[in-house]
């Protein structure tokens, strides 16, 4: 059995069509690409791409659906940063109930 | 580590599958070349093992990473190259030494 993201030669997938066209890159995938680049850099190696690859396949069948490659890489992060104790699910929430709050008063 | 294989020899992906089970892993051997025979190109040199890297660990002991060529024929049965070759990088601790005997899987 091969596992979701392991897709090389599967029978069911034979003769569907690959999106080859280019994206662009938006600023959300820019910004969590830089996230990427500042938590694996050497002189702190926070995540290494290894991690983050294993933390990819880990995701739900669900997620790994739905969503995009970069969002993908975001939900890892994030999953990656509680299991190493970087921050804690609590702390994300209300910084990002924070956040929301702000965006919400200054619209 | 020395390279065990030179270039030439032919060597066959082990047929394991360690991510059937539930056990957590990370690997950097595609299913499609399991249990596949190809033909060492060459031996890129001993890198750290990111089956480990990617728990958290150093990855030791180091792993050779050997290039090496398949022809297209024996991975895909209905493939539009079976003229073609393909090549993978695969750790040395996947491969064991091809024999005649052996069949796919």
Same mark, same amino acid.
């Given at each position: 059995?091969?596992?979701?993201?392991?897709?090389?030669?599967?029978?069911?997938?034979?003769? %569907?069509?690959?999106?080859?066209?280019?994206?662009?890159?938006?600023?959300?995938?820019?910004? *969590?690409?830089?996230?990427?680049?500042?938590?694996?850099?050497?002189? !702190? !190696?926070?995540? !290494? *791409?290894?991690?983050?690859? !294993?933390?990819? %396949?880990?995701?739900?069948? %669900?997620?790994?659906?739905?969503?995009?490659?970069?969002?993908?890489?975001?939900?890892?992060?994030?999953?990656?940063?509680? %299991?190493?104790? *970087?921050?804690?699910?609590?702390?994300?929430?209300?910084?990002?109930?924070?956040?929301?709050?702000?965006?919400?008063?200054?619209? | &580590?020395?390279?065990?294989?030179?270039?030439?020899?032919?060597?066959?992906?082990?047929? +394991?599958?360690?991510?059937?089970?539930?056990?957590?892993?990370? =690997?950097?051997?595609?299913?499609?070349?399991?249990?596949?025979?190809?033909?060492?190109?060459?031996?890129?040199?001993?890198?750290?093992?990111?089956? @480990? =890297?990617?728990?958290? @660990?150093?990855?030791?002991?180091?792993?050779? =990473?050997? &290039?090496?060529?398949?022809?297209?024929? +024996?991975?895909?049965?209905?493939?539009?190259?079976?003229?073609?070759? #393909?090549?993978? +990088?695969?750790? +040395?601790?996947? #491969?064991?030494?091809?024999?005649?005997?052996?069949?796919?899987?």
């Amino acid at each position: 059995m091969r596992a979701m993201h392991d897709l090389g030669g599967v029978e069911a997938l034979l003769g %569907e069509k690959i999106d080859r066209s280019e994206h662009e890159l938006t600023h959300f995938d820019r910004s *969590v690409d830089a996230l990427m680049y500042l938590l694996s850099h050497p002189s !702190r !190696r926070i995540i !290494r *791409v290894d991690e983050l690859r !294993r933390a990819i %396949e880990s995701l739900t069948p %669900e997620q790994y659906e739905d969503l995009n490659y970069y969002e993908k890489w975001l939900q890892a992060i994030h999953d990656l940063l509680i %299991e190493k104790d *970087v921050l804690d699910a609590e702390e994300i929430m209300l910084k990002v109930a924070e956040i929301r709050a702000d965006a919400a008063g200054a619209a | &580590m020395t390279a065990r294989f030179r270039p030439g020899e032919r060597v066959r992906v082990r047929a +394991d599958w360690p991510e059937v089970g539930g056990v957590r892993v990370h =690997l950097r051997t595609p299913g499609y070349l399991r249990g596949r025979v190809g033909a060492v190109e060459r031996a890129h040199g001993d890198y750290a093992n990111p089956e @480990k =890297l990617a728990f958290g @660990k150093p990855g030791f002991p180091k792993r050779t =990473l050997y &290039m090496v060529r398949f022809d297209q024929r +024996d991975l895909w049965p209905r493939g539009e190259a079976p003229d073609g070759t #393909l090549v993978a +990088d695969i750790f +040395d601790h996947w #491969l064991e030494p091809a024999t005649t005997e052996q069949t796919h899987d």
